[in-house]
């Protein structure tokens, strides 16, 4: 079993950048990828990124495409997720997941806030 423990959220305005950092423990890569989802107030969850432990094949949602860059470091069972030109549309609670690519969704985290004001 992998435990997902997410870091970096938080309230920023419209323009700026955040990054999260999730650590993976107890078998860490008992899963060959890990990503994000996000979940807006109201909507349904929705998968922002993910990547290969191994070799670092990455995806992305449309939306988040060429402003968030997802990234590992294997040493640390860490990854993270750089957030660029951040918009209000961004604000969500963010939750990182252990699984398969291309949608890594087996083991979850609890979540952290990042609220994008206008």
């Known amino acids: 079993q992998v435990q997902l423990v997410e870091s970096g959220g938080g309230l920023v305005q419209a323009g700026d950048s955040l990054r999260l950092s999730c650590v993976a423990s107890?078998?860490?890569?008992?899963?060959?990828?890990i990503g994000w989802f996000r979940q807006a107030p109201g909507k349904e969850r929705e998968f922002v990124a993910a990547i290969s432990w191994d070799w670092g094949i990455s995806y992305y949602a449309d939306s988040v495409e060429g402003r968030f860059a997802i990234s590992r470091d294997s040493a640390k069972s860490t990854v993270y997720l750089q957030m660029d030109s951040l918009k209000a549309e961004d604000t969500a609670l963010y939750y990182c997941?252990?699984?398969?690519?291309?949608?890594?969704?087996?083991?979850w985290g609890q979540g952290t806030q990042v609220t994008v004001s206008s």
């Open positions: 997941t252990s699984g398969s690519l291309p949608r890594p969704e087996a083991t």
């Open positions: 107890g078998r860490p890569f008992s899963n060959p990828a």
